[in-house]
């Protein structure tokens, strides 16, 4: 079969050549080899984000107490120390998340 002469990436149209799934094994068009396919992919960042979520939460909860008890009773340093224990929660989700995700695939 001839692809069409103005295709830029053929594959990106379902056209190129299918490759198995790493975890499933489905003949998937569009992928690279040892890919994974969407639902592969969609299981991984459901599992990755459900460990990085309890990650993140089991070394907030004592930065938070730590904050709570060490901070003076001043409101610009209960601001400060609330900033601080949000950012180090977001961080250290992505961080987590990023890391399970290499490590299950």
């Known amino acids: 079969m001839l692809l069409r ?3 830029p990436a053929p ?3 379902g056209l190129g050549p299918s490759h198995p799934c790493a ?3 489905v ?3 569009g992928i690279a080899i040892g890919g994974l396919c969407r639902d592969c992919t969609r299981l991984l960042e459901r599992r990755a984000g459900k460990t990085a979520r309890l990650v993140a939460i089991g070394t907030t909860a004592p930065l938070a107490v730590y904050v709570a008890l060490a901070l003076p ?3 610009t340093a209960r601001l400060v120390g609330a ?3 949000l950012l ?3 961080l250290t989700f992505l961080i987590a998340k990023r890391v399970t995700l ?3 695939k």
């Open 88 to 90: 180090w929660y977001v």
């Open 27 to 29: 003949d998937t068009a």
């Open 11 to 13: 594959w990106l149209s």
């Open 73 to 75: 009773v001043e409101r």
């Open 23 to 25: 975890k499933c094994g």
């Open 83 to 85: 900033a601080s224990v």
């Open 102 to 104: 290499e490590w299950l």
């Open 5 to 7: 002469p103005n295709s």
